[in-house]
């Protein structure tokens, strides 16, 4: 009987349901006593006939336009099953990355499966019905649903275990196939009013942990951070601390800071939302975009010390610091060009301390904040506090450990006699893992690890002089202003 398939069943129980319609209609032309008996056992008999349990999920949760999560869970579940015929077709084809494609069954499709020894039958089915409504564009109203048929012996295995089972394979598929998103916030005047919105694009970021350059304790010690803020939901209930961290990137130009935010965010298989503070209105703008973000997302503002003035409205600063800061400000145009820019934007330093850390920081979770700096010390200390910014990372000049990282990525090498020397140099020298980086990286077909690393020797060498004869000329300078 388990044997004959769910969809034989479902005719027959169509047929049932003819017949107990037309006992319905006619049931007075019927015996007295007949009419007691069916009474009495027509549900008994219907489950001797027809021992199968009928359960569907539909597409929409009532409303039209809320798309149910568990039939999407669902459907991702059923598209990879090796039973569905698309996934067979897929893997007739051998396409290898199939991580951005939603396979779906097809419609009428019938997939049998087996959970502990239960055998089920899902079913993709759609019901159409003519919208009865005048439109220029008429359309007919589809609806789409699963039906899963069981027999009713494992009623509490299915409904018990199987569904949950099924619903979170298919969330966890949705997350491990999931397209990451890069977005940004433009300025926009739609009808929602004016403001700014995110926008994005697919994020493809090829940078991972293994190919960061940087010191090997360091970077394994904020992999475990990530991992532990990963798995932290009940940690941070407990505690009762929205779930969320900041990071704070600190160091010069070209040491990694938005690779380490790529490599983040393709660990941990997080969108990032890049913040630009400059095209942000106003406070409250600034409200809605964080409201806009997603869970399991990495908030990210790229050189928080040139974004706002953040640093004159709670800091005030000696006049001295101020004009070394206007000193500073002539030399770096770029600087020069984000502070006129600034000027458009009325977000203030408390606007900003509410958005990593106030009331409404706490919607949604799973996020984290991530600041980059060249600049530490010119940021607000209440920015940077912990519990704000809970864990500072200096990325600074390339060390021997991340130098060995870039050759092996760059060269395929990881050891060689001029690395000796190298080593010497880099200890003597500051070059950021950037203008390590691009002297190894070969210029031709011709060029072999070995006409590289005499590249790297002969810029670090060259970088030591001029250091050198910095240092000299400061001393020099120091004298003359003592005198
Ligand atoms: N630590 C590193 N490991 C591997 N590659 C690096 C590292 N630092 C820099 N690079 C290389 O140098 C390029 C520039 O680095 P990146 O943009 O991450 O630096 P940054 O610190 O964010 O610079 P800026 O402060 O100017 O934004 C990268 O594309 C990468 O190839």
């Not at 007949?34 to 021992?51: D, F, Q």
Request: proline share 2%; charged share 30%.
């Amino acid at each position: 009987m388990v044997a004959v398939k769910g969809e034989l069943w479902s005719q027959v129980g169509s047929i049932i349901a003819s017949l107990m319609f037309v006992y319905a209609m006619f049931k007075e032309c019927f015996p007295y006593q007949l009419r007691g008996y069916l009474g009495r056992y027509s549900h008994k008999m219907v489950n001797l006939v027809y021992p199968y349990v009928q359960i569907t999920f539909h597409e929409y949760t009532g409303e039209r336009f809320n798309r149910s999560e568990v039939y999407g869970a669902i459907r991702t579940y059923l598209g990879a099953c090796p039973a569905s015929t698309l996934a067979k077709r897929l893997r007739a084809h051998d396409i290898k990355d199939n991580k951005s494609l939603i396979l779906s069954m097809d419609d009428d499709e019938e997939i049998t499966e087996e959970f502990q020894g239960a055998k089920l039958w899902w079913t993709s089915c759609k019901h159409v019905t003519k919208s009865q409504s005048f439109s220029f564009y008429p359309a007919s109203d589809e609806k789409r649903y699963y039906r899963l048929t069981f027999h009713r012996r494992y009623k509490d295995l299915i409904t018990g275990s199987y569904i949950n089972y099924v619903v979170q394979q298919g969330k966890d598929m949705a997350v491990r196939n999931r397209q990451l998103k890069l977005y940004t916030n433009n300025s926009s005047d739609d009808w929602y009013g004016k403001g700014t919105r995110w926008s994005h694009v697919a994020f493809e970021h090829p940078a991972t942990f293994q190919k960061l350059a940087m010191d090997l304790k360091k970077k394994e010690e904020i992999i475990n951070d990530l991992d532990k803020f990963r798995l932290g939901k009940d940690y941070y209930s407990k505690i009762g601390k929205a779930w969320k961290r900041g990071y704070l990137l600190y160091g010069p130009p070209g040491t990694g800071k938005s690779s380490m935010i790529a490599a983040m965010a393709n660990y941990l298989e997080y969108d990032i939302y890049d913040l630009e503070l400059t095209a942000v209105k106003d406070n409250t703008d600034l409200k809605k975009l964080l409201i806009d973000t997603s869970n399991k997302s990495i908030i990210v503002i790229e050189d928080i010390d040139c974004s706002l003035d953040l640093t004159g409205q709670r800091n005030k600063k000696k006049d001295d610091e101020k004009d070394e800061d206007d000193e500073e400000k002539k030399k770096d145009p770029i600087r020069k060009r984000f502070e006129e820019e600034n000027k458009k934007s009325k977000v203030t330093l408390s606007g900003l301390l509410n958005f990593i850390d106030g009331i409404w920081s706490a919607c949604g979770g799973e996020r984290l904040i991530v600041f980059t700096t060249n600049y530490v010390h010119k940021l607000d200390p209440a920015l940077v506090r912990r519990g704000r910014m809970d864990k500072h990372i200096e990325l600074s000049y390339c060390c021997f450990e991340a130098f060995k990282v870039l050759a092996y990525n760059y060269l395929d090498i990881d050891s060689h006699h001029l690395f000796e020397k190298i080593k010497c140099l880099l200890e003597e020298t500051d070059m950021t893992p950037a203008d390590v980086a691009e002297n190894l990286m070969p210029k031709s077909v011709t060029e072999d690890a070995e006409t590289c690393l005499k590249k790297l020797i002969e810029a670090l060498e060259l970088a030591k002089e001029e250091a050198q004869k910095k240092a000299e000329r400061n001393t020099v300078t120091n004298l003359i202003k003592k005198k």
